[in-house]
């Protein structure tokens, strides 16, 4: 029913739409291990199903859970959600998820990444990934999805952001650090992802703001909104722990054209004021092979996490003073969508936020 | 997006339809517990996955596998099979998925009993079975079905046959068992039965064929093939191990009428000449709280248990001599059908056949 393909999107006319294109819904998968997340990952369960019931206002939301948790979560989910049968080794399906392409025909198919946990052996954040890998397949099996397979070749969702017209945005942290493509120069990863997204442009900044976690993905720090425009995170206090990155991914942005040509319009969007300290790590549990928490460390907080519905904007609240500028920020960006916040402390606390938990699939 | 409805299926105008009626796809499971099939499960997957193709023919399967054999089944089962994970405590749809029903205006819903592995604590084959349990409102979210349930009243697909104008037939040896309702008078599972699926008529056989198995499931002993019609097994052998059952049934059915007055025709289906006998008993794991099985012991092996398809029909074949007459027989019962013969004693040994491991979804 779905189908392997042997040849590339680019080869067989089929692209990578940016996130503002028509969906048919959003992919999420179950919070669930106590050694990521605290209390046993009850709040951050409240959260996903927050986050969950949020985008169903918009289009229609699966969430899938292991067999363990697949009564808790159908309780907890609103009856409008689609609740399936998935085995992961976390919750973070834009990382481990299918990236889907369209064509103009309307079909969708869907490119089957290696995932490696955010570098493997080499800094990975947990062994083993096997059932996270296995995601791609087992949502495309349930859609009838044909897939495209990348053996060797090592790719987050969060570490793209297409314009959907042949420009891709991305870190030079993420995607050259050494657990993802070690063996391949720079020129040969673009090449890669030209072939596989159907791009003639690819847009580096340097660097993203959690090197230690997913070493820097785009999804923190800049986004498009539309064709020829992108946000980009902001800060002109000095002293934030982002300022030197914030700066320069606003510097590369305005100075860049995209694949069309266009000199992109670059909208800003506040940082949180405090950073989102982490509380109760001590409900975390101590696994070897997984990054130990200290309680107060600082959790990846950006606004720029958000993910783009139909007709909506999901967006991370953190209970901070700037919470309501982002709101504000973001819907001037979008005037034709309506923005919902969302509290997502316990989302950041296990490392990443509302874009990092959701995936989603074109209309196509 | 599948919803549980408190009605019953009748105030909805809702009814089962006939096995013959125009389906969408059928439904499996993947077997896998070393306790009950031999060998580790290697022979009777190898069966299944014949089955699975032999469908796959006529119209589309899906087959459910934990997620331990997810990539095993993948690659034992043809491209064309949709396979997605699903946990159960083993491999018959028939008896724990859901019974779908359909309206005039093409909606389908489907019925979520409840499942106690076939006499619960009473005489039940193995514990637990709450995955089992599960596996109806699994199947109906991902196909975004809405469920009725029926708390309190078990109930295996296996057990029952219906004409889809108001006529079921059943056996009084599974569905009086103290193993199910045992505080339910005959006519108050009647009445259950009538509300559930949209009946006028039980016609009431007295005993199934494998007492100690199912008690005695229907879909051994006869079927509707199509309104008017049923099949009925039949042996003129009076030392065969089912010449009671056989000549019982056959008797009950030429003696009744169905829900719209109507005499019904009998077609005889012959029974295998010799018993399936178990082989590699010493090959199956011994737990307990599962039926212990012997070497040599016979398996149940019924030309009966075929299931209907979109223009086919797949029946058992056991390597008999009677293998050729049945299907002779069953292809004159169903002369618009082509019949396909799949050898399945490696099922048999597992406690059922063709008909137990598939559920089928119809077209609505």
């Given at each position: 029913m779905a189908k392997r393909i042997e040849s590339t999107p680019k080869a067989d006319g089929f692209r990578m739409p940016g996130e503002f294109e028509e969906q048919k819904q959003v992919w999420m998968l179950w919070p669930e291990r106590p050694d990521n997340w605290r209390n046993g990952a009850k709040p951050a369960q409240k959260a996903f199903a927050a986050v969950a019931k949020a985008i169903s206002q918009f289009e229609p939301v699966t969430v899938c859970v292991s067999p363990a948790q697949y009564q808790h979560a159908r309780y907890e989910l609103p009856s409008e959600v689609r609740v399936v049968e998935m085995t992961s080794n976390d919750a973070w399906i834009r990382d481990c998820g299918p990236t889907f392409v369209v064509n103009d025909k309307g079909d969708v198919r869907a490119i089957d990444w290696d995932f490696?946990?955010?570098?493997?052996?080499?800094?990975?954040?947990?062994?083993?990934w096997d059932q996270d890998d296995l995601v791609p397949q087992k949502v495309c099996e349930i859609e009838g999805i044909d897939t495209y397979r990348t053996p060797g070749f090592v790719l987050e969702g969060g570490s793209i952001h297409v314009d959907g017209e042949g420009t891709l945005l991305t870190t030079e942290m993420c995607l050259?650090?050494?657990?993802?493509?070690?063996?391949?120069?720079k020129e040969e990863i673009e090449e890669k992802l030209k072939e596989y997204l159907n791009l003639e442009k690819v847009i580096w900044i340097r660097?993203?703001?959690?090197p230690y976690e997913t070493n820097g993905h785009i999804d923190d720090v800049a986004c498009f909104i539309r064709p020829g425009e992108v946000a980009c995170i902001w800060t002109?206090?000095?002293?934030?722990?982002f300022y030197r990155q914030a700066q320069d991914a606003y510097k590369t942005l305005c100075e860049a054209t995209d694949a069309k040509g266009r000199k992109l319009k670059v909208h800003k969007l506040c940082l949180s004021k405090e950073p989102c300290y982490l509380k109760g790590a001590d409900t975390i549990e101590c696994i070897e092979g997984t990054l130990p928490r200290e309680e107060g460390e600082v959790s990846?907080?950006?606004?720029?996490n958000f993910l783009i519905v139909n007709g909506g904007i999901i967006l991370p609240q953190y209970?901070?003073?700037n919470d309501a500028l982002a709101i504000e920020q973001v819907q001037a960006m979008f005037p034709d969508r309506k923005v919902v916040g969302v509290r997502t402390e316990e989302i950041a606390y296990g490392g990443g936020n509302i874009h990092c938990i959701t995936q989603q699939q074109p209309r196509g």
């Open positions: 490696n946990s955010w570098g493997g052996l080499y800094d990975g954040l947990y062994f083993p050259l650090s050494p657990g993802r493509n070690p063996d391949m120069t660097d993203g703001i959690d002109e206090d000095e002293n934030h722990p990846i907080a950006s606004y720029m209970g901070d003073e």
